[in-house]
T-cell receptor, first 114, second 110 residues
């Protein structure tokens, strides 16, 4: 149980384009989903928290207009990196939890912006 | 806000030995402390967790201890195996947010 699926697992895009990453909870309803970014050999940094049907809450220093988050249902959240630049290249990981349950992570999306 | 410090950053042990990773947290309101194992190119996998009303929890070769007074918690892996090699992260949860430590790269040598 508690499977979180993330798609795509890797993506290469050109500078200036936008990329959408999907995060799905496969066997439970996720009241809250989180998006993290991880640079090589570093820890996971929380970018934003999204609750189904409401606006995401962004961490300090994260541009909400650049990283658009939509949590339209209890099983799906999307992160769109708009006008991507090479410095946005990173490993993006989503996580999800049901109320009162541990947090489970997807397998991440490796984004490379050329 | 919460700050989580994790040590050591790298740890090398011989197969069969024990490994201990330690974390400290700053916010006394934190009430949940999970540990994750991350293999290369994959997302973190929950391996064990502990809540603030418990001092110790064990699951086969893995155990976690929590000292609320000192605000530190530790991961203990006994009888280590090569497949335990990975990066381990501790985390502290306050108000629904998980804040991660810096990670420990564990290498188990056969």
């Amino acid at each position: 149980g508690a499977v979180v699926s993330q798609h795509p697992s890797w993506v290469i895009c050109k500078s200036g384009t936008s990329v959408k990453i999907e995060c799905r909870s496969l066997d439970f309803q996720a009241t809250t989903m989180f998006w993290y970014r991880q640079f090589p050999k570093q820890s996971l940094m929380l970018m934003a928290t999204s609750n189904e049907g409401s606006k995401a809450t962004y961490e300090q220093g994260v541009e909400k207009d650049k990283f658009l988050i939509n949590h339209a249902s209890l099983t799906l959240s999307t992160l769109t990196v708009t006008s991507a630049h090479p410095e946005d290249s990173s490993f993006y990981i989503c996580s999800a939890s049901a109320q009162g349950s541990p947090l489970h992570f997807g397998n991440g999306t490796r984004l490379t912006v050329t | 806000g919460e700050n989580v410090e994790q040590h050591p950053s790298t740890l090398s042990v011989q197969e069969g030995d024990s490994a201990v990773i330690k974390c400290t947290y700053s916010d006394s309101a934190s009430n949940y402390f999970p540990w994750y194992k991350q293999e290369l190119g994959k997302g973190p996998q929950l391996i064990i967790d502990i809540r603030s009303n418990v001092g110790e929890k064990k699951d086969q070769r893995i155990a976690v201890t929590l000292n609320k007074t000192a605000k530190h918690f530790s991961l203990h892996i006994t009888e280590t195996q090569p497949e335990d090699s990975a990066v381990y992260f501790c985390a502290a949860n306050r108000r629904g947010k998980l804040i991660f430590g810096q990670g420990t790269e564990l290498s188990v040598k056969p």
